[in-house]
């Protein structure tokens, strides 16, 4: 319900029939306030909290309450269930009846009381033999790099110079050999000389 609906009643009312209420109001000559002011003096209205105070006052049951008392006029309606003398012995006797072991249970059991495989050893040992040794570091790219580098490398400034003194050497041999031709042509050459010279 809204604001207009308690001011106005919770009822529609056709506008063209007359009730003693309307006549009344029709009949007033003031303004909107006072005709309401009026109403709600002639009838009384109940809050929420007044109703609900009310109904209490009438010891309804609650829904739970109901509910409980429909449950327990179900319980009273169960059929009984009699027993009979080897149910009534089953029951008794739920603790020394023989455990019947599924399939899988059976195979379990008879796994453990079997010995090790091969495999199982081996990877039981290789277990215990990693947990004793220390990890191995990881080598980084730059170590292994380095690693895989030859021992004796040979920078290209060392190379360059050895190419210098190769060059130099031959310039030095390439001149010893003109000083020894120079030498040898200053003495006097003999005919055989002359021959074999003539044969290069």
Known sequence: ?????????????????????RNAILAHDGTGVSRYL???????????????????????????????????????NKPVVVLTGVAKYLNNNKDSAPVVKSGVERYLASQINTPMSGVAKYMLKKNVADRHTPPKQKTTSVESYLQSRPETTTSSVSKYLARQALVTASQAKAEAIAVVNAVVESVAVTGVEKYLQGQR
Do not use: C, W
């Open 1 to 21: 319900m809204g604001f207009f609906s308690s001011l106005f009643g919770t009822h529609s009312e056709n506008a063209y029939t007359s009730s003693p209420t």
């Open 38 to 76: 009026e109403i709600q003096t002639t009838t009384p209205s109940l809050s929420k909290v007044d109703k609900y105070l009310k109904s209490q006052e009438l010891n309804q049951p609650s829904g739970v309450a109901k509910y409980l008392a429909r449950q327990a006029i179900n319980e009273r």
